[in-house]
């Protein structure tokens, strides 16, 4: 999270990277909290893991204003802006897709549990599905928004939210960014608390009524391709997406006059590794709602307000946090069998075995998202770098 010419923030570097490593540890314990058989025994570790993803997009509505507004002003298009988007991102939603289609006809024949939709499809389906995903389109008849890689779901709404910043949100006065992002914070508390907007506005909703109604416990939810999850998607985006630009263009800072790198990730895994749920329905909205419109926007003013001065400690936090995105588009297709795994045999091994097995996974999973960083996503974001800048011979300017 930075533009040329300034200082990383590395505070907000280091608390990206923890999420982004925090995400797989999340899915990895995931299967254990569904109380199937006798894998209850093995603890759910950071039970309100989900809560990145609203991190992330408050990151990214933070990051956008604070790195591009001084470009928009100095004459960038928006041809440039979305070139240089793209550029950044894309590369792992295609690895990540890649990914998926390798481990789903690696492992479809013996672990039954993949999208069952998908393994139904003939040749020229899982084409069509193949090619959506690799430009993040959905696909009628599966049943996630990007069915090989599940995770980039976010992606699909990140997109979305770069193209309103760069034709809408951007032009928007403080004003106008503090009322929308109130609005917006008031139908997040709605879906968090379970409030039935159809009795408020007298409306017949049945995507809000089940909104409203919905035995789950958390917010967590928008990765399948259906209406209600689109609701719930866009619920969880629009906030944390306008309260990071509002925060970023304030220039409110906190500061913490010591300690402030390792008191803003104690607090930040506090609210993570808090058990699942935290209470019933309502209680776990409360919480839900104080992390996501308190903890998260001050860890994200003290990020700014708190310098670090060691150059080793911020190498290490800017490793982490550009290592975060790989590995969160890189991990889930390994999570379909690892959750084929814990549901047909983890009854049969103790808990403890599933522990160390866990972490061998997370293991292998963290040194393979290393890879997908340093052979695919650094080597490939400079080629497209070199082409859009038109900058002589792309093999010159890589060697370069």
Same mark, same amino acid.
């Given at each position: 999270?930075?533009?040329?010419?300034?200082?990383?923030?590395? +505070?907000?570097?280091?608390?990206?990277?923890?999420?982004?490593?925090?995400?797989?540890?999340?899915?990895? $314990?995931?299967?254990?909290?569904?109380?199937?058989?006798?894998?209850?025994?093995?603890?759910?570790?950071?039970?309100?893991?989900?809560?990145?993803?609203? @991190?992330?997009?408050?990151?990214?509505?933070?990051?956008?204003?604070?790195?591009?507004? /001084?470009?928009?002003?100095? &004459?960038?298009?928006?041809?440039?802006?979305?070139?240089?988007?793209? /550029?950044? #991102?894309?590369?792992?939603?295609?690895?990540?897709?890649?990914?998926?289609? *390798?481990?789903?006809?690696?492992?479809?024949?013996?672990?039954?549990?993949?999208?069952?939709?998908?393994?139904?499809?003939?040749?020229?389906?899982?084409?069509?599905? +193949?090619?959506?995903?690799?430009?993040?389109?959905?696909?009628?008849?599966?049943?996630?928004?990007?069915?090989?890689?599940?995770?980039?779901?976010?992606?699909?709404?990140?997109?979305?939210?770069?193209?309103?910043?760069?034709? %809408?949100?951007?032009?928007? &006065?403080?004003?106008?960014?503090?009322?929308?992002?109130?609005?917006?914070?008031?139908?997040?508390?709605? %879906?968090?608390?379970?409030?039935?907007?159809?009795?408020?506005?007298?409306?017949?909703?049945?995507?809000?009524?089940?909104?409203?109604?919905?035995?789950?416990?958390?917010?967590?939810?928008?990765?399948?391709?259906?209406?209600?999850?689109?609701?719930?998607?866009?619920?969880?985006?629009?906030?944390?997406?306008?309260? &990071?630009?509002?925060?970023?263009?304030?220039?409110?800072? *906190?500061?913490?006059?010591?300690?402030?790198?390792?008191?803003?990730?104690?607090?930040?895994?506090?609210?993570?590794?808090?058990?699942?749920?935290?209470?019933?329905? *309502?209680?776990?909205?409360?919480?839900?709602?104080?992390?996501?419109?308190?903890? @998260?926007?001050?860890? #994200?003013?003290?990020?700014?307000?708190?310098?670090?001065? $060691?150059?080793?400690?911020?190498?290490?936090?800017? %490793? @982490?946090?550009?290592?975060?995105?790989?590995?969160?588009?890189?991990?889930?297709?390994?999570?379909? +069998?690892?959750?084929?795994?814990? /549901?047909?045999?983890?009854?049969?091994?103790?808990?403890?075995?599933?522990?160390?097995?866990?972490?061998?996974?997370?293991?292998? #999973?963290?040194?393979?998202?290393?890879?997908?960083? /340093?052979?695919?996503?650094?080597?490939?974001?400079?080629?497209?770098?070199?082409?859009?800048?038109?900058? &002589?011979?792309?093999?010159?300017?890589?060697?370069?």
């Amino acid at each position: 999270m930075h533009s040329q010419g300034r200082e990383r923030n590395v +505070i907000a570097d280091a608390l990206r990277g923890a999420a982004g490593l925090l995400v797989p540890l999340f899915h990895i $314990s995931e299967p254990y909290g569904w109380k199937r058989g006798d894998v209850a025994s093995v603890p759910q570790i950071c039970g309100h893991g989900y809560l990145c993803v609203e @991190f992330f997009l408050l990151l990214m509505g933070f990051m956008l204003a604070h790195a591009y507004d /001084r470009r928009w002003r100095d &004459g960038m298009s928006t041809g440039a802006f979305f070139l240089r988007r793209l /550029r950044r #991102l894309h590369p792992l939603v295609v690895s990540g897709v890649v990914i998926g289609v *390798i481990v789903f006809f690696a492992q479809s024949m013996g672990c039954p549990l993949w999208d069952k939709t998908l393994k139904a499809f003939g040749p020229w389906e899982l084409t069509g599905a +193949i090619a959506a995903g690799l430009f993040l389109l959905p696909y009628p008849g599966t049943g996630f928004l990007v069915p090989f890689n599940p995770c980039a779901w976010t992606l699909c709404y990140e997109y979305a939210a770069n193209i309103l910043y760069a034709l %809408f949100v951007r032009r928007l &006065g403080l004003v106008t960014l503090a009322v929308l992002s109130v609005v917006a914070g008031l139908w997040s508390a709605s %879906f968090a608390l379970h409030v039935d907007l159809n009795a408020i506005f007298g409306t017949s909703c049945e995507v809000v009524a089940k909104a409203a109604a919905r035995a789950r416990d958390s917010i967590e939810i928008g990765w399948s391709l259906n209406p209600y999850h689109a609701y719930g998607a866009c619920v969880r985006l629009f906030f944390p997406f306008l309260f &990071g630009m509002f925060l970023a263009r304030t220039g409110w800072k *906190i500061r913490i006059p010591r300690g402030g790198l390792l008191i803003c990730l104690a607090v930040f895994l506090l609210v993570l590794f808090t058990p699942m749920p935290f209470g019933g329905k *309502i209680q776990n909205g409360v919480f839900e709602l104080m992390a996501l419109m308190v903890v @998260f926007p001050l860890l #994200l003013l003290a990020s700014a307000g708190t310098p670090v001065v $060691s150059g080793k400690t911020a190498a290490v936090c800017a %490793f @982490f946090a550009e290592l975060s995105y790989p590995f969160y588009m890189s991990h889930y297709p390994f999570i379909k +069998i690892h959750n084929w795994w814990v /549901r047909t045999h983890s009854a049969n091994y103790s808990a403890g075995f599933c522990f160390a097995l866990g972490v061998c996974e997370y293991l292998a #999973l963290a040194v393979f998202a290393w890879a997908v960083m /340093r052979f695919w996503d650094r080597p490939t974001q400079k080629i497209l770098g070199a082409l859009s800048s038109g900058r &002589g011979r792309v093999g010159r300017k890589v060697e370069g």
